[in-house]
C-alpha cells in the first residue's frame, strides 16, 4: 500500500476484554515498531520487529501486551484483559530498516476502555 | 536514560510570526535528532531531521540545527502560515544498540490564526 495502515481506527472496549490491533507496514520495510500515545505519558515505544523477530519487547507496559509478526508483514497488538489506564492511542510505524532510517507511521488506533 | 524535554505549549501565532519551539536532549553518544508533525486527524510525519553535530535540517521553511555544546534542537520558522497548526514532535534516536527506538518530547501545539 502507498502508506501504513492500521485497523480499526477506533475501538471502544469493556474493562477486562481482550482486543486485537492491526497494522499493515509498507511493503518492503522489514522493520515494525509499536508505539503509544497516551495524554499523561506522550509518545511511549511499546516493541519493534525485525522481520518476524522481537528483540526488544522491553517497552511492553505488562504480561498483558504481546505482539507478532508473520511473514514479516502484518503485525498484531493484543492487549488482555483490558484495564481503563490501557486507553491511548497505539501508533504503529515502519522503516526500510531498523537505525536512522524514517519510520513512517500509520494514523493509529484509539483505544477506549469503559 | 534518553530523553527529550520541548518548550510546553500551546504556542499561538498569527500568520507571517516567527516560530521557535525549544528542544533539548540527554542522550548518551550521538544522538540522531528529529522533528515530527501531526496535523489535525492525520498521523505523525517527519519533518526534518540531522544526524551529526552542527548539521541543519530543513523542510517546508523549517530549520533545526543540531547544537551539541547546549544539546538543543530548536525548531524555526520565518513566517508561520495558517496551514502549519499541528502538533510538533522533538525525538532522538541513539546512536548505540538501541537505535530503532525514538524517544518522543511530550508534543507542542501551535495555532496560526490568519
Known amino acids: 500500500g502507498a502508506g501504513v495502515s492500521q485497523s480499526p481506527s477506533n475501538k471502544v472496549t469493556e474493562k477486562g476484554k481482550d482486543v486485537e490491533l492491526r497494522c499493515d507496514p509498507i511493503?518492503?520495510?522489514?522493520?515494525l515498531y509499536w508505539y503509544r500515545q497516551s495524554l499523561g505519558q506522550g509518545l511511549e515505544f511499546l516493541i519493534y520487529f525485525q522481520g518476524n523477530s522481537a528483540p526488544d519487547k522491553s517497552g511492553l507496559p505488562s504480561d498483558r501486551f504481546s505482539a507478532e509478526r508473520t511473514g514479516g508483514s502484518v503485525s498484531t497488538l493484543t492487549i488482555q484483559r483490558t484495564q481503563q489506564e490501557d486507553s491511548a492511542v497505539y501508533l504503529c510505524?515502519?522503516?526500510?530498516?531498523?537505525?536512522?532510517?524514517?519510520?513512517?507511521f500509520g494514523p493509529g488506533t484509539r483505544l477506549t476502555v469503559l | 536514560g534518553n530523553s527529550v524535554t520541548q518548550m510546553e505549549g500551546p504556542v499561538t501565532l498569527s500568520e507571517e510570526a516567527f516560530l521557535t519551539i525549544n528542544c533539548t536532549y540527554t542522550?548518551?553518544?550521538?544522538?540522531?535528532l528529529f522533528w515530527y508533525v501531526q496535523y489535525p486527524g492525520e498521523g505523525l510525519q517527519l519533518l526534518l531531521k540531522a544526524t551529526k553535530a552542527d548539521d541543519k535540517g530543513s523542510n517546508k521553511g523549517f530549520e533545526a540545527t543540531y547544537r551539541k555544546e547546549t544539546t538543543s534542537f530548536h525548531l524555526e520558522k520565518g513566517s508561520v502560515q495558517v496551514s502549519d497548526s499541528a502538533v510538533y514532535f522533538c525525538a532522538l534516536s541513539d546512536s548505540g544498540g538501541s537505535n530503532y527506538k525514538l524517544t518522543f518530547g511530550k508534543g507542542t501545539l501551535l495555532t496560526v490564526n490568519p
Open positions: 542522550a548518551t553518544g550521538y544522538p540522531s
Open positions: 510505524a515502519s522503516s526500510l530498516d531498523i537505525g536512522i532510517n524514517e519510520q513512517f
Open positions: 511493503s518492503g520495510h522489514t522493520a
